[in-house]
């Protein structure tokens, strides 16, 4: 069964650092979504992307997060500089276009920045 | 904006009973999707059950049923028969149908522990 891949698992990076972290949603879905869970804490959306631009952002989502699409099958969200706050576990889903509640999750990046 | 509350911070119930855990929430919106996940220690997010608006029978799947109050805006989660393999955070979520690029709203979720 297909199924959403992130990279890297962990991902442990300094303050003010800017990381990327990766994704390979499902090939034939065409809807791609961020969230974040700080330990502890409910899942958070952050931003989700279509047709190759963002369609809705949270207010978390501010100008030091971005996404991108940069091939074929990545999806990517970047941290310009990331701060002691931004650790927490990061989840992509997708979704394909003819079912719109079906959102696929990938099994997360957790993210540490010391 | 939509809100989810999970009232209960955690549960624990012996293996083989049943447990309901219990979910409001709060919107505008008339068309909408209600949902309860499935999160355990491997962090993974799994779907347990989806419930649609507009549908008035409860969903089903298996073990888990959920008990939907459209007016009452609450949508529980029932588990019969509870496996310790049903040990995990439960979270309920939700998401406007009217636009498909929609994020979810999650609840802080229950923990749930099966005890043998």
């Known amino acids: 069964e297909p199924e959403v891949t992130q990279t890297p698992s962990h991902q442990v990076t300094q303050m003010g650092q800017e990381v990327i972290l990766r994704c390979v949603p499902i090939s034939n879905h065409l809807y791609f979504y961020w969230y974040r869970q700080i330990l502890g804490q409910k899942v958070e959306f952050l931003v989700s992307?279509?047709?190759?631009?963002?369609?809705?952002k949270s207010e978390i989502f501010d100008d030091q997060f971005s996404v991108e699409r940069p091939d074929g099958s990545n999806f990517t969200l970047k941290i310009r500089s990331t701060k002691l706050e931004d650790s927490a576990m990061y989840f992509c889903a997708s979704r394909p276009s003819w079912v719109p509640y079906e959102q696929y999750f990938g099994p997360g990046t957790r993210l540490t920045v010391t | 904006a939509q809100t989810v509350t999970q009232s209960q911070p955690e549960m624990s119930v012996q293996e083989a009973e049943t447990v309901t855990l219990s979910c409001t929430y709060d919107?505008?919106?008339?068309?909408?999707?209600l949902f309860w996940y499935k999160q355990p220690p491997s962090r993974q997010m799994i779907l347990v059950i989806r419930?649609?608006?507009?549908?008035?029978q409860n969903a089903t799947e298996n073990r888990f049923s959920v008990n939907f109050q459209k007016a009452a805006k609450s949508f529980s989660l029932k588990i019969s028969d509870s496996q310790l393999g049903d040990t995990a955070m439960y979270f309920c979520?939700?998401?406007?149908?009217?636009?498909?690029?929609?994020?979810?709203?999650f609840g802080k979720g229950t923990h749930l522990i099966i005890q043998p």
């Open positions: 979520a939700f998401m406007d149908s009217g636009g498909g690029a929609d994020g979810l709203t």
């Open positions: 992307f279509y047709n190759n631009e963002i369609s809705e």
């Open positions: 419930q649609e608006a507009y549908k008035q």
């Open positions: 919107t505008s919106e008339n068309n909408y999707y």
